[in-house]
């Protein structure tokens, strides 16, 4: 009976143990399984804030960037529309830089002509007064 005792409760022990051993690997399973899921959701979160970051720092950077094109093509079209009056400046000057030059030369030219018309009436008319001083001379001459 005791040897017979003695097995059975070695078996009991053996089961009991067994069981237990189970049952520890079963919560252990359950345990580093939620830890799995919780390292697992913490990484997923890490990452997904990481991104986001990223994410906010490329668009900062896109911005910049096409910040600093839109400034770089304003000052270059800025450049241009000075460029462009300051060319419509110059024409227009010369344009009446040219007809003030005109101007001028037609004043110049229509003084000279004046003085010259006053010279040559003077001249005619000292030479018909030579000329007439001459004829009653020489009529005084004859008579």
Not at 31 to 42: C, I, R, S, T, V
Not at 49 to 74: I, K, P, S, T, Y
Request: proline content about 0%.
């Amino acid at each position: 009976v005791r040897v017979r005792q003695r097995h059975e409760f070695a078996d009991m022990g053996a089961n009991l143990h067994a069981n237990f051993v189970e049952r520890v690997r079963v919560r252990q399973r359950h345990e580093f399984a939620d830890m799995g899921a919780n390292l697992h959701a913490n990484f997923v979160e890490r990452v997904r804030v990481r991104q986001c970051h990223e994410f906010a720092n490329m668009g900062a950077n896109l911005h910049a960037n096409f910040v600093e094109r839109v400034r770089v093509r304003q000052r270059h079209e800025f450049a241009d529309m000075g460029a462009n009056l300051h060319a419509n400046f110059v024409e227009r000057v010369r344009v009446r830089q040219c007809h003030e030059f005109a101007n001028m030369g037609a004043n110049l030219h229509a003084n000279f002509v004046e003085r010259v018309r006053v010279r040559q009436r003077h001249e005619f008319a000292d030479m018909g007064a030579n000329l007439h001083a001459n004829f009653v001379e020489r009529v005084r001459v004859r008579q």
